[in-house]
Nanobody
C-alpha cells in the first residue's frame, strides 16, 4: 500500500516556475515507477511525465518537453516535477501516480497506475 500526497501547486504568472512534490509512504517506494498527470476542467486526465522505478529513465509529453523535469528520490520517498516557462494552458489539477513496476521502463498509461494522490491545483495566469 502506498499513500501519496502532492504539494507545491499555486498561482503563477505565465513564464514563471513551480516545483511540485509528491511524498509517498511505504517502505518499498524504490520499487515503484512514478508519474505526473494533469486534468483541466472538462478534459480527460492526461500524461505529463513519468520516471522509472530506478529513476534511470524518464519520458515527457510533447507539451512538457524542454520545460518540465521529473525526478525521484527513493531515500526521501519523493518524486518531484520542476515546471519552468509555464503557460496558461498548463493550468490544471496535477496528480501523482505510483505503480509497482520492477523495470527500467516508464509507465505512461494512467490505467496502469495503482495509487493516486489527491491532486494539487496549478493555475497559470496570462
Amino acid at each position: 500500500q502506498v499513500h501519496l500526497v502532492e504539494s507545491g501547486g499555486g498561482l503563477v504568472q505565465a513564464g514563471g516556475s513551480l516545483r511540485l512534490s509528491c511524498a509517498a509512504s511505504g517502505r518499498t517506494f524504490s520499487t515503484y515507477a512514478m508519474g505526473w498527470f494533469r486534468q483541466a476542467p472538462g478534459k480527460d486526465r492526461e500524461f505529463v511525465a513519468a520516471i522509472s522505478q530506478s529513476g534511470s529513465n524518464t519520458r515527457y509529453a510533447d507539451s512538457a518537453k524542454g520545460r518540465f523535469t521529473i525526478s525521484k528520490d527513493s531515500a526521501k520517498n519523493t518524486v518531484s516535477l520542476q515546471m519552468n516557462s509555464l503557460k496558461p494552458e498548463d493550468t490544471a489539477v496535477y496528480y501523482c501516480g505510483a505503480v509497482r513496476y520492477l523495470s527500467t521502463n516508464v509507465v505512461v498509461r494512467s490505467t496502469m497506475y495503482e495509487y493516486w494522490g489527491q491532486g494539487t491545483q496549478v493555475t497559470v495566469s496570462s
